[in-house]
């Protein structure tokens, strides 16, 4: 079974609109944390957003927030007033084993999204 | 700067060889973290050393191997390389083994001839 799932292979946006990019993931573990990361055509990953499993508010970061959703397992990012710069793949990740021992991080298979002028 | 230093940032090779992709991971942090993205793919998580030791592995191929060094660093050895084994190698670091999130280096890129 998939661990991280982002079901929009690819989106619009129209410039200035506000854009949620989907995430689920799956894991038995009490402890995780979900991290969304952008990897523009250059090809470095940026770090974006972090939620920890036990965090009670939905992270921010500037115009990125995070709706962490922990019954349905949903982690989506929301990106508010979109920009042209925005344009680029965006991948969902998960830690899991957060206690130490076995531990890893998980990629989804990303979502690009194209913001229009 | 994500303060990760991966080496070399791109590798030519043919089918059969073996490569050694280096790492540096920032001042300070322990954990080092080995993906694999293919063409238009996710990353997949190979390998995670934490202060020297093996803490995790993915889907890492019994031709790859991997070891993080006292001083930190860390290098992944990839042998008797096939064409599939074209991609982009991502190094990333963290501070400790749970701790926030992971610094990615500029990622060093292999083509397979």
């Known amino acids: 079974a998939q661990k991280i799932t982002q079901t929009q292979p690819g989106m619009f946006v129209q410039e200035k609109e506000a854009v949620t990019l989907d995430c689920t993931y799956d894991?038995?573990?009490?402890?995780?944390?979900l991290f969304w990361y952008k990897q523009p055509s250059s090809g470095e990953m940026i770090f974006l957003i972090y939620?920890?499993?036990?965090?009670?508010q939905n992270a921010t970061e500037g115009r990125y927030s995070l709706n962490f959703q922990k019954a349905r397992k949903s982690a989506n990012l929301v990106i508010s007033a979109s920009q042209l710069g925005d344009s680029a793949m965006y991948f969902c990740?998960?830690?899991?084993?957060?206690?130490?021992?076995?531990?890893?991080?998980?990629f989804g298979t990303g979502t690009k999204l194209q913001v229009i002028p | 700067d994500s303060g990760v230093t991966q080496t070399p940032k791109h590798l030519i090779t043919a089918t059969g060889q073996r490569v050694t992709l280096r790492c540096s991971p920032r001042?300070?942090?322990?954990?080092v973290y080995w993906y694999q993205q293919s063409l238009d793919q996710g990353l997949q998580f190979l390998i995670h050393?934490?202060?020297?030791?093996?803490?995790a592995k993915g889907n890492i191929l019994e031709r790859f191997s991997a070891q993080q060094f006292p001083d930190l660093h860390s290098e992944l050895n990839l042998s008797s390389l096939e064409l599939g084994d074209s991609a982009l190698y991502f190094c990333?670091?963290?501070?400790?083994?749970?701790?926030?999130?992971?610094?990615f280096g500029e990622g060093s890129r292999l083509t397979v001839l």
């Open positions: 001042s300070g942090d322990l954990s």
């Open positions: 939620q920890g499993s036990y965090d009670q």
């Open positions: 894991t038995s573990d009490p402890s995780y944390g």
């Open positions: 990740a998960m830690r899991e084993g957060l206690r130490g021992g076995y531990q890893k991080v998980t």
């Open positions: 050393y934490y202060n020297g030791e093996e803490r």
């Open positions: 990333a670091s963290s501070a400790g083994v749970d701790t926030g999130e992971l610094f």
